[in-house]
């Protein structure tokens, strides 16, 4: 998107320029209904709508040139203080150039912008089920401009006034109340209120015959008056059956009285609608007033209290945002983990506090946190105030280390100044700052003032190096096996050398018999810094049968341990007893096996051995995904078929042993099926969905029969016509999905050849197809059907990257990239490429390093794993 691509420096220089007074932005969507314009294969694709817009702004410098923002098919007219430019001469598909400013201006551009099917922009989804058309918009970093003209960045704020002409019968929402609508009067014409200053990311529409709930938030504030927020809840009309609104209200009221408590400035957008959306490409976006969520969040069928976690951490994530980010903004993309750290760590923490999540941290510890450090060892890796050059550059930031690493940061800040003095330059930074943009001085400023603490060397260690520590326990006992010292040893990769100062706790744990628990007995904090500290108040303590460094998890770090402890966790995980202390345990397993420092045959034992003694739901389904992930990447290519039988194996014995009807027996079930490797777990499948087998307690719905068919799809056990009738159960947007997914999944040369051909050579599919297709074409037990693409795959993806769209660019580089190729020449193809291409776009060559380094690293882990196999045998 070379065009399209703003840089860091062009933003400052119009940002010193300009200042924006407001936009009014007229959209007509009534072009959405009916037949496309060429009736062209695919729909939306050749589809406009007519976009008007008004921008009022100043400029410091009469007379000077600027230019505004616009990915649209066509402009009609554009009109600079009522003298009309030629779009012809100043519309180069993405920029309008400006040129004899005023010192005050307006600009008038009338344009036609293309409904999207990539999720970016104003994007269309027409519902199989019934044929209604959904929109919405989904702006972030910078697609607003393929809806309106405008500033594209984040420090020209400015208020918004949006009218939208809508199809009869369809609902409008934007970021202010509906102040107007022509709901039954045939004109279809919507007004909503004039916002407060925003970025224009944030700003938002979403249009259709959407399924709508309402519900209002009260609040007593100290003068005795009461806040009301009203609440919104929609999805589409084919969800409503499954729509469970009131929960989502509750976690919202109940974010909403955490946040007020202890944020002391009132919610600043008015009303509170939550929007669940076809074809989202994220989590989620924090438009004030007018929050987006991506529909998997209703659920279809029965799921276990993770997934109402997971919805619930998401809800409150953006809802911090409506005080991080967006009633105070980055200035630039540099600074986005001002607000993605601080939503991460906030959502984490008013989940744990005032939601029936009371393990929020946990899960936080377990899953969030091994994104994080996957992605600060990858060499893409990134100092948390990172360094973006340019739009492509911020589109790849949001990644584990602006989010979950960022997060993880801030949970060591409190531990570092003190929670009431984070809190308190909390409320000062939102109200010195309101509706502005900050960089990370003002923040530390903020915090210096409420601590009292020197932030400057804590932000040059946490905030702007790269890189994780590693934190080892060395310990020595005296005769009567009392603990005489113990240290805590601190380690950093040579690429990022960097030792920070870490508050972490270290407990020891221990098992009074031969039958008990493994419990805590003792804790001490310690400031660690440089290589070594000692624990000093822990000398004198009995033998631990375990030392967990990095205890209730206060720091970032890597967990090691020594050769006591890590013995002990062989034989006596299960008897664990605290459920953070467990899933601190098993983070550093796996990030052991993923260093190559424990055989991934090991690990998969463990979880076979463990797994089925898990009592956190969220923990159980990580250590799923963690083995499958051993066995596929990282256990010796020569000990895969053992290893998977094992896994089923293990998986069908815990599913029958599971309580009938529990969370625990669906985990199970769903984990069995993605493992089934023998004739007789895929007969088991077979009689599960045709009614001809049992197990006690499992109700097979719709979303667990797909669940089943997609591993007898792969193993070449359900054709077309099984795939078609399933589709015909469940006729909707998610079995459409479902079915793409089975289809390329089956074992076929053919087959592989049209998904590849869909996805690469054509864009007719939705971004939703496309990850469906990319998700089924990659199957692990299919490598020597797919080794063919990996010659094809470098010679696309510049073409790819240049002519599609950055979101499925990304998918395609990111999911089609070789990886199930584990092998050395792989490697060597990729670097070969990198070599070949050094002037390819930074992002591109970014995805193919880390794909590199991914492989790289499994590769390393196989070699690991070949050398236990070997040795046991010997």
Known sequence: MPGENLSRDEARERAELLSVDGYEVALDLRSAVGEAPDNSPGGGAARTFRSL???????????????????????????????????????DGARIALFGLASENVLVVDAQCAYSRTGEGMHRFVDPEDGEVYLYTQYEPADARRVFANF???????????????????????????????????????????????????????AGPYHHVTDMYRRALPDGSTLEIPLGALCRKGLARHFDADDIFLVTKQGLDFFHDNFDYPYPFGKYDQAFVPEYNIGAMENPGCVTFREDYVFRGRVTEASYERRAS???HEMAHMWFGDLVTMLWWDDLWLKESFADFMGALSQAEATRFTNAWVTFANSRKSWAYRADQLPSTHPITADIRDLEDAKLNFDGITYAKGASVLKQLVAYVGREAFLEGARRYFKRHAYGNTRLGDLLSVLEETSGRDMTSWSRSWLETAGVNSLTPVVTYDASGRLTELAVLQEAPESHPELRPHRVAVGLYRRESVDAELVRYARAEVDVEGPRTVVTELAGAERPDLILVNDDDLTYCKIRFDEGSLETLREHLGELTDPLARALCWSALWNLTRDGLM?????????????????????????????????????APAWREEGAAALAEGALGELRLAEPGSQHQLTWARFFASTATSDADFQLLRGLLGNTAKVDGLDVDQELRWSFLRPLASHGLADESVIAAELARDDTASGKRH??????????????????????????????????????????????????????????IEEVWAERSIQIGMDVVRGLYPSLQDRPETVRDTDAWLTAHPDAPPALRRLVLEARDDLARALAAQACDAAAGAAASA
């Open 53 to 91: 817009t008004t921008i009022r702004f100043r400029s410091a410098q009469p007379g000077i040139a600027t230019f505004v923002d616009l990915v649209a098919p066509s402009v009609t007219s554009v009109t600079l203080n009522g003298r009309p430019l030629d779009p012809s001469v100043v519309f």
């Open 152 to 206: 594209e960045q984040p420090d020209l704020k400015a208020p918004f006034s949006f009218e939208v002409t809508a199809p009869e019968g369809w609902t409008v929402w934007s970021n202010g109340a509906a102040t107007g609508s022509g709901a039954g009067t045939g004109t279809g014409v919507w007004t909503f209120a004039e916002t407060r200053p925003i970025a224009t990311y944030i700003t938002a529409v979403v």
């Open 314 to 316: 998401v809800i409150l």
């Open 599 to 635: 055989p991934a045959r090991d690990f998969i034992a463990l979880v076979l051995r463990f797994a089925g003694r898990e009592s956190d739901i969220g923990v159980l389904q990580m250590l799923h995904a963690w083995a499958q992930g051993a066995l596929i990447h990282y256990a």
């Open 739 to 796: 079915q793409v997914r089975c289809l390329a999944a089956r074992p076929s040369e053919e087959v592989k050849a049209t998904a590849w051909s869909d996805v690469v050579d054509s864009d007719a599919l939705s971004n939703a197809l496309v990850e469906a297709t990319i998700a089924g074409f990659a199957q692990p037990g299919q490598r020597a059907l797919t080794a063919p693409y990996a010659e094809k795959y470098f010679e696309v």
